[in-house]
Nanobody, 127 residues
Framework: QVQLVESGGGLVQTGGSLRLSCAAS????????MGWFRQAPGKEREFVAA????????YYADSVKGRFTISRDNAKNTVYLQMNSMKPEDTAVYYC????????????????????WGQGTQVTVSS
């Protein structure tokens, strides 16, 4: 079991930057793949970015590629999402999530399977 707490959301102008953090409890954080997702009003939750347990593999949605960077610090049990060149369409509630690696389970891209979720943090980009 792991508990996830996001922070760092807020209001930013178009073109600005924010850094989200997700702090995890428990001693097994370094064994999880981690992901960021977002849900805008009236839309389904969508995949944003994912990072494997060592931090050596990273994947991004096309809509954020080149602007967002996911990273992790296993010593601090924390995963980050650096968001640059932000756009109004980035406005959403952002969630971090933990994926328990098992054979055949997707952890990035379409329909990834995640096991634990944070409560979310609001990000608003003004035009």
């Amino acid at each position: 079991q792991v508990q996830l707490v996001e922070s760092g959301g807020g209001l930013v102008q178009t073109g600005g930057s924010l850094r989200l953090s997700c702090a995890a409890s428990g001693r097994t954080f370094s064994s999880y793949n981690m992901g960021w997702f977002r849900q805008a009003p009236g839309k389904e939750r969508e995949f944003v970015a994912a990072i494997n347990w060592t931090g050596s593999r990273k994947y991004y949605a096309d809509s954020v590629k080149g602007r967002f960077t996911i990273s992790r610090d296993n010593a601090k049990n924390t995963v980050y999402l650096q968001m640059n060149s932000m756009k109004p369409e980035d406005t959403a509630v952002y969630y971090c999530a933990a994926h328990v690696p098992r054979y055949g389970r997707r952890w990035y891209g379409s329909n990834p399977e995640y096991d634990y979720w944070g409560q979310g943090t609001q990000v608003t980009v003004s035009s």
